[in-house]
Nanobody, 130 residues
Framework: QVHLVESGGGLVLPGGSLRLSCVVPSFVLDYYAIGWVRQAPGKGREGVSCLTASDGSTHYVDFVKGRFTMSKDDAKSKIYLQMDSLKPEDTAVYYC???????????????????????WGQGTQVTVSS
């Protein structure tokens, strides 16, 4: 069973920073991709970033580029999302998610806006407000 556990959410002022963590089973680090997805109040889920396991590359949607950084620590079996210059519109529940293979033929790199994942964490709330 694949169990993902996020932490690190909270209340932060606009312009502030937070670092989210996601503990994953070690074998998940060999899965095709791990992603961060968020869901704002009253809205659908939207992909934020992803990491392709084969080469460790990270990818971001435009509205977080330059502000968010995704990384991993293999020794701790953790995935991180460093969020800087936070804005009120970043308020959402943030989920980490993973899939063992690509679902699009020929896909070699994960897409940060992807929502097709096999396993999801329970989410952690991020609130950006003054």
């Amino acid at each position: 069973q694949v169990h993902l556990v996020e932490s690190g959410g909270g209340l932060v002022l606009p312009g502030g920073s937070l670092r989210l963590s996601c503990v994953v089973p070690s074998f998940v680090l060999d899965y095709y991709a791990i992603g961060w997805v968020r869901q704002a109040p009253g809205k659908g889920r939207e992909g934020v970033s992803c990491l392709t396991a084969s080469d460790g590359s990270t990818h971001y949607v435009d509205f977080v580029k330059g502000r968010f950084t995704m990384s991993k620590d293999d020794a701790k079996s953790k995935i991180y999302l460093q969020m800087d210059s936070l804005k009120p519109e970043d308020t959402a529940v943030y989920y980490c998610a993973t899939k063992s293979r690509p679902y699009v033929r020929g896909e070699r790199q994960c897409r940060p806006d992807d929502l097709i994942y096999e396993y999801w964490g329970q989410g952690t709330q991020v609130t950006v407000s003054s």
